[in-house]
Nanobody, 122 residues
């Protein structure tokens, strides 16, 4: 089970930190990722941190967002800085088995959190 939190309303240029707490899985053996879905759009990849701590970001958030994980707390974080109105979306955390090769596609992720809404006002 994945439980996401930390969303909210923020002005453009502001920051938020999302958290996702995992339970029921051996967290350290999973790739963890964040995806987002804006109204009327498809779910899109945001960032991933794999089980050996390599990270990858979508071009749209590179340099502004940072993903991290704390295996002792079974938690993955997404620090979002310099937020833009186009970052407004429901953000989902997801977990994929460490054998998953392609880590930027939603279909590769087995477990999903319930989503947390991020709204960036202009």
């Amino acid at each position: 089970q994945l439980q996401a939190s930390g969303g909210g309303l923020v002005q453009a240029g502001g920051s938020l930190r999302l958290s996702c707490a995992a339970s029921g899985i051996t967290f350290s053996r999973y790739h963890m990722a964040w995806f987002r879905q804006a109204p009327g759009k498809e779910r899109e990849f945001v960032s991933t941190i794999n089980w050996i701590l390599s990270t990858y970001y979508a071009d749209s958030v590179k340099g502004r967002f940072a993903i991290a994980r704390d295996n002792a707390k079974n938690t993955v974080y997404l620090q979002m800085n310099s937020l833009k109105p186009e970052d407004t979306a429901v953000y989902y955390c997801a977990a994929a088995d460490r054998t998953t090769v392609v880590q930027t596609v939603a279909s590769g992720y087995r477990y999903w959190g319930q989503g947390t809404l991020v709204t960036v006002s202009s």
